[in-house]
């Protein structure tokens, strides 16, 4: 069955290293997008990617970068950890656009704490 | 900028009553997504309504969209233990068919269901 899965589930780190979280999906989707879920903010859309290559920035892209190499793979990259990116994560893709059934298929989450 | 809003926040739920989640946004758009998330847990999508009048029912939860009104609401019917969790709405932020998918989130409505 096609997933879509991240790696770590839980990340404890210190402020100012690096961090990158990994997304992987087999549903061949095109679309895929980094969220961040915080108490009271529902979730917020980081950055996105329509496809090989592409990325876009989201509401919230400041001290956050990604890259496309290829179909299956976003990963997230924190360049310098700050505590105020403590967060839980989620990876999503999705498939047609325009006027078709587009629903974003999340991934488990990664749960990252900065310390 | 798009705004969305869920109220209530919180919902207590008694066995068998009946009740409705308000989502209201702030621009136009006719693509509307309702999803849960249990405690600890990722979001699963439970209705996509993607044009003005869309009606989705399934099991005791069903969903509309007015998008005159730019309001969806999700009601919930003789609710059951098992229903309680977070009720999630989104709106695709989208300005071109090449910029769709941007979803913004409401804040979540909390639902606790008792006996």
């Known amino acids: 069955d096609a997933e879509i899965t991240q790696s770590p589930r839980h990340k404890i780190t210190e402020t100012g290293r690096q961090v990158t979280l990994a997304c992987h999906q087999t549903?061949?989707?095109?679309?895929m997008f980094w969220y961040r879920q915080d108490l009271g903010h529902g979730l917020r859309l980081i950055h996105y990617?329509?496809?090989?290559?592409?990325?876009n920035k989201g509401e919230v892209s400041d001290g956050y970068s990604v890259s496309r190499s290829n179909t299956e793979d976003l990963p997230l990259t924190l360049e310098s950890a700050a505590s105020s990116q403590t967060s839980v994560y989620f990876c999503a893709s999705s498939g047609l656009g325009g006027l078709g059934t587009d629903t974003q298929y999340f991934g488990p989450g990664t749960r990252l704490t900065v310390l | 900028e798009l705004k969305v809003e869920q109220n209530p926040l919180f919902l207590s739920m008694q066995e068998g009553k009946n009740y409705t989640i308000y989502c209201n946004y702030s621009t136009t758009s006719d693509r509307l997504y309702w999803y849960r998330q249990d405690p600890g847990k990722s979001l699963e999508s439970l209705f996509v309504?993607?044009?003005?009048?869309a009606v989705k029912q399934e099991g005791r939860l069903m969903a509309s969209l007015d998008t005159k009104a730019r309001l969806s609401t999700l009601h919930i019917t003789a609710a059951v233990h098992d229903l309680s969790a977070t009720y999630f709405c989104a709106v695709d932020n989208w300005v071109t068919t090449d910029s769709w998918g941007k979803l913004q989130f409401g804040a979540g409505t909390q639902v606790v269901v008792t006996p």
């Open positions: 549903w061949n989707h095109n679309n």
């Open positions: 990617s329509y496809g090989v290559q592409d990325t």
């Open positions: 309504l993607l044009s003005n009048g």
